[in-house]
């Protein structure tokens, strides 16, 4: 079974400063692996994706992340962060036999300080 | 309309109430979810339907009770729930198996007193 882990269930910086979640998944086989926001009072939204082209994705907002096998590690950034980046943000995995669901990890909290 | 829109936004509902949740995707996709999310616990896939056929019932308490008419419309039918029921309740859509990732309705806010 794939699983996906996130540490940290909350991460604080300050606006302009560099943000790092961490995505870590088991799996047997490369999987396809995603990056959701969750605005408060909303559902999610996806940021980007990694389904076995370039290793490194970008995604709307000016986020990225970078696939890395040797690590089993999917991490997402973002260069400088911006009071409106302040949300939940789930990675997810792929399960790579037939059927189609996405498995979530526990979600990080971004607070950004101004 | 676009995306995936689910209906009402919130739900205040007694124990022995029986109401239903409504999701509707315009984006022509053929597999819709419905994902459980409460406070401090991680998103729970809780049925899967793949062209209007359920594919997934993961251990799902017999008071929730999905309906898919067709391809563009899901239901959850809820009956006799209990406290512990409050939660978020998602909806997404996928084209086939998903690989390019689901989207998602801002879900329904469910309160159970």
């Known amino acids: 079974a794939q699983s996906v882990t996130q540490l940290g269930s909350h991460v604080s910086v300050s606006e302009g400063a560099l943000v790092l979640l961490r995505c870590n998944y088991s799996s047997s086989v490369p999987p396809y692996l995603f990056w959701y926001v969750q605005y408060p009072n909303q559902g999610l939204q996806l940021l980007l994706k990694y389904t076995s082209a370039a290793t490194l994705v970008k995604g709307i907002n000016g986020f990225e992340a970078e696939f890395k096998k040797s690590e089993t590690s999917f991490h997402l950034t973002k260069p400088s962060a911006h009071m409106s980046d302040a949300a939940e943000y789930f990675c997810?995995?792929?399960?790579?036999?037939?059927?189609?669901?996405?498995?979530f990890g526990g979600g990080t909290r971004l607070m950004v300080k101004p | 309309e676009t995306g995936v829109t689910q209906t009402p936004r919130h739900l205040v509902m007694g124990m022995t109430n029986k109401k239903s949740l409504k999701c509707e995707q315009h984006l022509g996709h053929n597999a819709m979810y419905w994902y459980k999310q409460s406070a401090k616990k991680p998103l729970e896939l809780m049925f899967v339907?793949?062209?209007?056929?359920?594919?997934e019932n993961n251990s799902v308490p017999s008071r929730f009770s999905p309906e898919c008419p067709n391809s563009s419309h899901l239901f959850l039918h809820l009956h006799t729930l209990q406290p512990e029921d409050s939660a978020l309740y998602l909806c997404a859509s996928s084209q086939d198996r998903g690989i390019y990732g689901y989207t998602f309705g801002s879900g329904t806010r469910l309160t159970v007193v």
């Open positions: 339907y793949s062209l209007e056929e359920r594919v």
């Open positions: 997810a995995v792929m399960r790579d036999n037939a059927g189609n669901m996405l498995t």
